[in-house]
C-alpha cells in the first residue's frame, strides 16, 4: 500500500509539473510563444493599446516614476470621465465617455521609459529655429485659409505612424505570411506590409507618411527598422531625418511588449524610448472617415463666414 502511495505521489507531482511548464514560466524560464507554419514567433491577432497614461510624466507627479494600482485606476477612470465635463460656451461638444474605450491602466507616470526623467529630450538648437520658423508661418495665416491647415488626421489622411492611443478604436490586427509581417489599424484603414527579406529600404528621395519599414527577427522579437518619412506628417518636430525602432515581444497569451525608439539627431538631443502594452482585443469596428464627414468643409465654411462678419 505504502509503495502504490508513493507512487501515485509521484504521478501526481509529475503531471502538475507538466502542466505547469506548458502554461506559464517557471524559475527564471521565460514565456515562449507559438509558432507559425513556417516557424516565426506567431504575434497575430487583434490588440489594442488604449492607455490614458501619458506619453510624458505630467510635471505635478514631479520624480515619480510609478503609481500604485488605486491610483492608476482612479486616473484612467477620471481621464475617460473628462469628457463629460460641459464644453466651453459657444462648443457644441463631441464625444462623451459613452463613447471612448476603457483604457489599461498602467502604473508607470508616463510612457516614456528613456529618459528616466519620462520626459521627451530637448530640442537641438536647429529644430529650435525650424519650428519658430514654421510656426511664424503658421500666425501669418487665418484660422482656417485652407485644407492644408487642418492636421492630417482631420483630413482622413494619416494618422502616422506613431500611434499612442487614441481615445476610441486603438485596435490593431496583426497578420503574417512568410516573409512578412502585416500591421493594420481601421482607424483611416492603414496597413504597413512590412518585409523581413532583407531588401534593401527605398532610395532617400521616395518619401512615404508612415516611412519605409524592414523588418527583422532577433529571437523572439520583431524589431521593425524604419526611415524615409515625410515632412508633411512631423511627429513632435521630426520628420524626413526621423528613424524609428520598434520592437515587438509576445509577453504571455494575452499581451505583447511593444517599444519604439525615436533616433533624430537633427531634432533631438538624445533617442528616447517609449513602451506599451498590446493587450488582446475583442475585434475591430468600422472606421468611415470620409462618409458624411463635414466637418472639415463646415470648418472652412465657418473661417469664411467670420471673415465677412469683420469686413462689415
Excluded at 76 to 82: G, N, P, Q, V, Y
Excluded at 104 to 133: C, F, H, K, M, N
Amino acid at each position: 500500500m505504502r509503495t502504490l502511495f508513493i507512487a501515485s505521489t509521484c504521478a501526481l507531482v509529475a503531471a502538475i509539473a507538466l502542466v505547469w511548464s506548458a502554461s506559464g514560466p517557471a524559475g527564471g524560464q521565460t514565456w515562449s510563444p507559438a509558432r507559425t507554419p513556417w516557424g516565426d514567433p506567431d504575434l497575430q491577432g487583434i490588440w489594442t493599446n488604449q492607455t490614458s497614461t501619458p506619453l510624458e510624466r505630467p510635471n505635478e507627479l514631479g520624480g515619480r516614476a510609478a503609481l500604485s494600482e488605486e491610483e492608476a485606476e482612479e486616473r484612467e477612470e477620471a481621464a475617460r470621465l473628462s469628457s463629460d465635463n460641459a464644453p466651453r460656451a459657444g462648443d457644441p461638444g463631441t464625444y462623451n465617455a459613452f463613447w471612448r474605450d476603457p483604457g489599461q491602466a498602467l502604473t508607470r507616470t508616463s510612457l516614456i521609459i528613456d529618459p528616466p526623467d519620462g520626459r521627451v529630450p530637448p530640442l537641438t538648437p536647429e529644430a529650435t529655429l525650424r519650428l519658430e520658423a514654421r510656426a511664424a508661418d503658421r500666425r501669418a495665416r487665418g484660422p482656417a485659409d485652407s485644407w492644408e491647415d487642418f492636421s492630417t488626421w482631420t483630413r482622413c489622411i494619416t494618422r502616422g505612424l506613431i500611434k499612442i492611443g487614441s481615445f476610441y478604436s486603438s485596435n490593431h490586427q496583426i497578420l503574417q505570411a512568410p516573409g512578412y509581417v502585416v500591421i493594420l489599424q481601421e482607424l483611416i484603414h492603414e496597413a504597413r506590409i512590412i518585409p523581413l527579406d532583407g531588401r534593401p529600404p527605398l532610395p532617400h528621395t521616395v518619401r512615404q507618411w508612415m516611412g519605409d519599414s524592414r523588418g527583422r527577427w532577433e529571437g523572439n522579437t520583431l524589431v521593425i527598422d524604419t526611415t524615409n518619412f515625410t515632412d508633411k506628417n512631423p511627429f513632435r518636430g521630426s520628420g524626413e531625418t526621423l528613424h524609428l525602432v520598434e520592437r515587438l515581444t509576445r509577453a504571455d497569451a494575452d499581451t505583447i511588449d511593444y517599444q519604439f525608439t525615436v533616433d533624430d539627431p537633427k531634432t533631438f538631443t538624445r533617442q528616447w524610448t517609449v513602451s506599451m502594452p498590446m493587450t488582446r482585443g475583442s475585434g475591430l469596428f468600422e472606421y468611415a472617415c470620409h462618409e458624411g464627414n463635414y466637418a472639415m468643409t463646415n470648418m472652412l465654411a465657418g473661417a469664411r463666414a467670420e471673415e465677412q462678419t469683420r469686413l462689415r
